[in-house]
Structure formats: C-alpha cells, structure tokens
C-alpha cells in the first residue's frame, strides 16, 4: 500500500506547530492528513502524542489496564497515527485458523503475516522470496511437516531450495523440543508457517507494537540471530569502520527518513539494513535479504547464487554512494580471492577424512565423536568467520577467529587421522597374527 509522509521543516515551527497541536487536540487530524509537515515534526510529535489517548474504542479502553505497555507502544507508533487499529491486525471471523473468543468478538492472538499483506503486499512477498522465509524454518525441521502448497512454494524460491549440508537438523534432533524453542526455533522461526498457512513472523525486526523505521534499521535488531561464532556479523559489524562510525556518530544520523528516500545525508556509513535491504543510491528497498548476495557463504564451500552478477551490482550500488568504482572493484576482487583461499582449505579438512569414511572407520552417526566436532567447527565456525570477517571488513574475526582457527583446527584433524589410521593398521596386524598363530 501506498501512503504519505511529511517532509523536511525547520525544529523551532516543529515546536511551535506541536505546542498549538497538542493544546488544540487537532494532532490526530491534521498528522492523519499529513499536509505540509516534515518527518522529524512527524517523529517528535509521535513520541509526544499518543494517539490513542481519549480513543473510545473498546479493545483500547479496556487494554490500557489490562496491558498499558501495549497501548503506550502501539499509541506512538505511525500506524496508530494513521489510524490502524488494533482489529485491523487482530479481529477476526469465527472460523479463521487460529481465532479464539474474546470479549465479543473474536481474535488472534499472534497475527500472521497474511494480515500485514492486507496493507503491506511487497513487502510480505520479498520477505516470502528470501531465507527469511520457509528456508530459515526448513533449516531446522526439514521439509516433512510442509503441506503440499507450502512445500511448492518453498521448491519456488529461487536461492531458497539450496542447502548444502543437514547436518545441524541432526543437532536439532539430537537436542530435542526443551532446548529447540530456547535455541534452533528462536531464530529460525522468523520463517515459520502460521496456522492459515501464511509464512513468517514480522515482529522478530519489527518489534510489537512499535513498528518504529528507527528500531529495524539498527544492526541491534539482526542482533538477535546474526551473532556467535557461527555468524559473527554482529560482532564483524562492530570491529569495522561502518560500526565504528555508527557507535560513535550514529545519534545524528536520520533514523526515520521515508524508505526508499535515504542517502548519504541521512547514512554517513552503512548499518546491516542499509547494505541488505534499504533503498540507498540506484538500489530499491527489499525484504528479500538475498536479493544483493554474490556468494553462498553460509556453505561449507561457497559457490556463485544462480543471478549473483546482478545480485552483486545491487550491493555495489550501494557501496558507489559512498566509495569510488576502483575501491569497491578491488575491495571486491580480493573478497573473491579470500573466499576462494578459505574454500580450499574445508576441501583439504574433507580430504584428510575421506580415508576415514571410505574405510569405514567412522560412525555413521553424525556428532557422537570428537571429529565429527572438529570438521563440523572447521567449516562451520571458523570457515565461516572467516568469510564473514573478509566481506565486512573484521579483521580481527578473519585471522584470529577464522584463518587461524582452521589451521590450528586441520593440524589436529590431520593428528585425529592419522591416529585412527594407525589403530586400524595395528588391529589389522593383532587380527593376521592371531589368524597365523
Ligand atoms: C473488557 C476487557 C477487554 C476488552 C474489551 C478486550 N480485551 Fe483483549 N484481553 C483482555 C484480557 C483480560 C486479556 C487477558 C490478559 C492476560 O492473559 O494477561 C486479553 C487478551 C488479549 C489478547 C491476547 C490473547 C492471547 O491469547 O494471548 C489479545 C490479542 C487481545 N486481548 C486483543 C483484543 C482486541 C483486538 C480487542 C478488541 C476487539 C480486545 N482485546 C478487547 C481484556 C479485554
Ligand atoms: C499492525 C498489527 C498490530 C496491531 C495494529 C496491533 N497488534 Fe497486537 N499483536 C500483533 C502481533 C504481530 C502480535 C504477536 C507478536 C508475537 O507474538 O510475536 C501481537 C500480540 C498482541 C498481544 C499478545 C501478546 C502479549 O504480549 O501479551 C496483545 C495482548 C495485543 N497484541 C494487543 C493489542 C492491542 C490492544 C492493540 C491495539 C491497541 C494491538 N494489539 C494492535 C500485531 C498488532
Ligand atoms: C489496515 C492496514 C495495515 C495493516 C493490517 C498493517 N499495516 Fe503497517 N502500516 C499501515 C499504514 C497505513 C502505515 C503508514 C504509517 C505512516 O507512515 O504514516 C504502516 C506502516 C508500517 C510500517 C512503517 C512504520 C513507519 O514508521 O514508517 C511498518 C514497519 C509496518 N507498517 C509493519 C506492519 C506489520 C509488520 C504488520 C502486520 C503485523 C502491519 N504493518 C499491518 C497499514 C497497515
Ligand atoms: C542465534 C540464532 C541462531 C540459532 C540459535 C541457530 N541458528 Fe541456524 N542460522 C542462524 C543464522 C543467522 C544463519 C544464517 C547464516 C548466514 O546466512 O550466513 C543460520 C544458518 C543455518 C543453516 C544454514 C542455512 C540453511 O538453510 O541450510 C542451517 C542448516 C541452520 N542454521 C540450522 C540450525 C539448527 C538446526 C539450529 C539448532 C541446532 C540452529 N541453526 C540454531 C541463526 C541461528
Ligand atoms: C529472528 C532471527 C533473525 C533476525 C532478527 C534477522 N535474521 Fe537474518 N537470518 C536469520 C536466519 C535463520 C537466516 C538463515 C536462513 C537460511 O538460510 O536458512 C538469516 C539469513 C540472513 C541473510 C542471508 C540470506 C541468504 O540469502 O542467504 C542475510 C543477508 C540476513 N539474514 C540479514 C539480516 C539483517 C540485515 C537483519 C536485521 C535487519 C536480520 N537478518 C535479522 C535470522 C534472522
Ligand atoms: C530482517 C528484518 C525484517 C523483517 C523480518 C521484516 N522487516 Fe520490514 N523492515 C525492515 C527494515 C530494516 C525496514 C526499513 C527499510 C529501509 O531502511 O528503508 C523495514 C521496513 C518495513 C516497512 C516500511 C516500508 C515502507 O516502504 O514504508 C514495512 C511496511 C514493513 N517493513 C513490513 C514488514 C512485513 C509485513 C514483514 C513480514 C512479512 C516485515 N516487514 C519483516 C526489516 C524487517
Ligand atoms: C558495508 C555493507 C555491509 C554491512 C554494513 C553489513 N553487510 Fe552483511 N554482507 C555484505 C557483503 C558485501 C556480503 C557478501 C556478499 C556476497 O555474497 O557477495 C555480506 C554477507 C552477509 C551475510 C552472509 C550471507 C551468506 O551468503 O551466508 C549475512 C548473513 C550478512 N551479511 C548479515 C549482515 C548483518 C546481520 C550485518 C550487521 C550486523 C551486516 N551484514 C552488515 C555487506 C554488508
Ligand atoms: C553510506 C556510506 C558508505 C557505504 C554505503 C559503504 N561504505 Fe565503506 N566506508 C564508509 C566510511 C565512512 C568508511 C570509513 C572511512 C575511513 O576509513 O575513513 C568506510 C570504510 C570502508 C572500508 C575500509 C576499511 C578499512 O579497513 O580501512 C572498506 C573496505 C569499505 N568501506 C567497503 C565497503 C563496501 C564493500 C561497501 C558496500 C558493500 C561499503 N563500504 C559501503 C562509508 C560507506
């Protein structure tokens, strides 16, 4: 859906204007319309006003005891302004998957994304065309519990039906329910089927019932997934110059400037939302988070996605805004060449095993001995890492977490290997002199 927003105005007529609004009460109103006004007199007027203050609504009404943080949050939100109620998000008819009674009326009580994509239609389709969506969930539970229109749907996702290795489903198993909600399910839900067979779930980056552009453009936001020593984007993110410029300087940056409209005004370095979703420079909004991606980097060994060398001029428009053709081209070329370097080495780790598995000398259960840990971590944790630090620019992450973490940990494959070979070939030797003797 397509709506208004207010532009730039001067601070002091932003006061004056909020003062002489607030004392007449026409806020709602006038915000509703939304004529000749900016988006910070939009942005500090939401923060004054609640728009549901004096609302006669009655889910409003009654809420405000039963779950004042609720009303508090959703009444500053710019949804609220606009006059998005809460049965636009919750009521329902009797028979909808998932209602319940309530007071009358009946509701959900996690609204799913079928509901946003009343109002929000693009955005609900990218976020369905991306890992975000069923592909994170598949990541853990498989695809067995899918209906056939969901597995369809997942098997038409073009980067979506790509996973190199299940291994981790066997951890999920292995770890059981208790722990899975607490850990797997935690982030990898933001892509989970709802009861109406919709996909996904908004409010894991846009946090009930704010819905603030301020909130979702912080990289404390991905935060929540995209971190540890599998996925250290945050932790790269704040080792690199854009963090630092974000940590130091990121409180005058335009938190709230109109998707689609941001520039290097607003954004004098790059956030995690700005290189994988914003629209910034040539390239438009999205939420398919794979839509600028070159690389399968998630792999135990990378290789190209199926449109990177579009995908790859989406995210390089991006860095043009700030950085010279030269500069990106050979940030680029070394990234390759990095990538390139680290893949050879998970080839040498899986090489050094394969006489192990050839001869039979591993279990055929995944993680139930020590080199199954080591292998897994080589790729998993410091393979990783490693590739993660090259692309965003964390050294620390690319040598101490990652490169020299897979030569320590191919040292001691090697050392596991050639142990195990050896007990092979002393009880090959015990069994011939027993037979001979
Ligand atoms: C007369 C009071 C009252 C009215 C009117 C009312 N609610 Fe509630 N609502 C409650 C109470 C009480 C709870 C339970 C709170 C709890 O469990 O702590 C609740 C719970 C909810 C929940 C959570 C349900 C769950 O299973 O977690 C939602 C969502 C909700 N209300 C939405 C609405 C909406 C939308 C309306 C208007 C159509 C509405 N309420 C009207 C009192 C009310
Ligand atoms: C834009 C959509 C939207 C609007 C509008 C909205 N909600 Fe919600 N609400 C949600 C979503 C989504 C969830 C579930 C989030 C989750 O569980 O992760 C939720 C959950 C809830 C819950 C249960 C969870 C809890 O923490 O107790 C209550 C109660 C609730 N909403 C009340 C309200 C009330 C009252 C209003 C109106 C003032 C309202 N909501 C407006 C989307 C909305
Ligand atoms: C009935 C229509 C409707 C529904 C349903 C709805 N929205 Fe909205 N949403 C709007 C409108 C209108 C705006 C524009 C507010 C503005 O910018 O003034 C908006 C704005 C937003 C924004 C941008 C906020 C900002 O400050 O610019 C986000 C994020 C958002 N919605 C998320 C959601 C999510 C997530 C859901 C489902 C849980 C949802 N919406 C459901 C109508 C809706
Ligand atoms: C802290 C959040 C978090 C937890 C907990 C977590 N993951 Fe992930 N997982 C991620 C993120 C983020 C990625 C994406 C990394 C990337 O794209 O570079 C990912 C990637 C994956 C992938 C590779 C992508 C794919 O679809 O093949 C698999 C498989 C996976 N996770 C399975 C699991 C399983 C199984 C568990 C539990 C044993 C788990 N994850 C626990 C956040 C998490
Ligand atoms: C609730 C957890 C969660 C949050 C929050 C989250 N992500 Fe993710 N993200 C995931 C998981 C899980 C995957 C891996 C999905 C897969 O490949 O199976 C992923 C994958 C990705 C990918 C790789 C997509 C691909 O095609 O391989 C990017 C890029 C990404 N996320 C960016 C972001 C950004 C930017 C944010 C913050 C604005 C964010 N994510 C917030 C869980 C999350
Ligand atoms: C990975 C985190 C993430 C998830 C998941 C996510 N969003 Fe967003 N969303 C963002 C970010 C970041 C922005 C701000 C984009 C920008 O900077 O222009 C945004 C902006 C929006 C806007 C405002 C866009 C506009 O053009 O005004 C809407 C509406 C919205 N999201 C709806 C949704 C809906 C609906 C879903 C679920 C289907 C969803 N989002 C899931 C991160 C997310
Ligand atoms: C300066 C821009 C920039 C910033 C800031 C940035 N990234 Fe990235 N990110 C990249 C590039 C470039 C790649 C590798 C692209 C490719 O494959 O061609 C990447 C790769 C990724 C991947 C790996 C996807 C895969 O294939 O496995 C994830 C996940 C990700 N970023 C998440 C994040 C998160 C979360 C943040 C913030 C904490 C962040 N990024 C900050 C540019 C950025
Ligand atoms: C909004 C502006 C902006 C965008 C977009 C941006 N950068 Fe930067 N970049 C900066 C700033 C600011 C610095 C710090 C400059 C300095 O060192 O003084 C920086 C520094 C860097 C550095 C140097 C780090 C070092 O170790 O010296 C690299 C490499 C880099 N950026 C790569 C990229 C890539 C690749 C992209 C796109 C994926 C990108 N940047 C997008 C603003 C941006």
Avoid at 55 to 63: A, E, G, L, P, Y
Avoid at 155 to 183: C, D, H, Q, T, W
Avoid at 239 to 265: C, D, F, N, Q
């Amino acid at each position: 859906m397509k709506y208004r927003r207010m532009k730039d105005a001067p601070k002091t007529l932003i006061a004056g204007l909020a003062a002489t609004i607030l004392v007449l009460g026409l806020a709602l109103t006038i915000l509703a319309i939304g004529l000749g006004s900016s988006s910070k007199e939009r942005e500090s007027l939401r923060f004054r006003v609640n728009a549901l203050d004096g609302s006669k609504d009655k889910c409003v009404r009654c809420h405000r005891d039963v779950t004042p943080g609720i009303i508090e949050q959703y009444g500053h939100s710019s949804m609220a302004l606009a006059g998005v109620t809460c049965r636009d998000c919750h009521e329902t008819a009797p028979d909808y998957p998932g209602a319940i009674a309530h007071e009358g009326s009946h509701i959900l009580s996690e609204p799913s994304s079928a509901r946003c994509a009343r109002c929000h239609a693009q955005e609900t389709a990218q976020f369905n065309q991306s890992r975000h969506g069923l592909p994170a969930y598949v990541a853990y539970a498989g695809t067995k519990k899918l209906s056939p229109e969901l597995l369809a749907t997942y098997e038409n996702i073009p980067e979506g039906g790509y996973r190199p290795e299940k291994m981790r489903s066997a951890l999920f198993a292995k770890e059981g329910e208790e722990v899975a909600r607490f850990a797997c399910r935690s982030c990898h839900d933001v892509g989970r089927p709802a009861p109406d067979g919709s996909v996904g779930n908004c409010s894991k980056c846009h946090l009930r019932h704010e819905f603030s552009l301020e909130q979702a453009r912080k990289p404390e936001t991905c935060n929540a997934c995209h971190i540890g020593p599998d996925h250290p984007q945050w932790e790269i993110y704040q080792e690199s110059y854009h963090g630092i410029a974000y940590m130091t300087g990121g409180h005058r940056w335009h938190w709230e400037v109109e998707p689609g409209r941001l520039g290097v005004k607003d954004f004098p370095a790059p956030t995690c939302a700005i290189c994988h979703m914003s629209g910034f420079g040539a390239s438009g909004t999205s939420h398919d988070v794979g839509d600028r991606l070159a690389w399968y980097l998630f792999a135990p060994i990378s290789e190209r996605r199926p449109s990177w060398q579009d995908n790859r001029a989406r995210m390089q428009n991006v860095c043009r805004e700030c950085h010279n053709e030269r500069f990106v081209n050979d940030f680029y070329a070394g990234a390759d060449a990095a990538t390139e370097r680290i893949n050879a080495w998970v080839r040498e780790g899986n090489a050094v095993v394969e006489p192990l598995q050839e001869g039979g000398l591993l279990t055929a259960e995944p993680f139930d001995e020590p080199i199954d840990f080591v292998l897994f971590e080589l790729w998993h944790h410091w393979g990783r890492t490693a590739k993660f630090g090259v692309w965003m620019q964390g050294p620390d992450y690319t040598q101490w977490h990652g490169a020299y973490e897979m030569l320590s940990e191919l040292a001691e494959l090697r050392q596991m290997a050639k142990e195990k070979l050896a007990e092979r070939d002393r009880k090959r030797a015990e069994t011939k002199k027993d037979g001979s003797s």
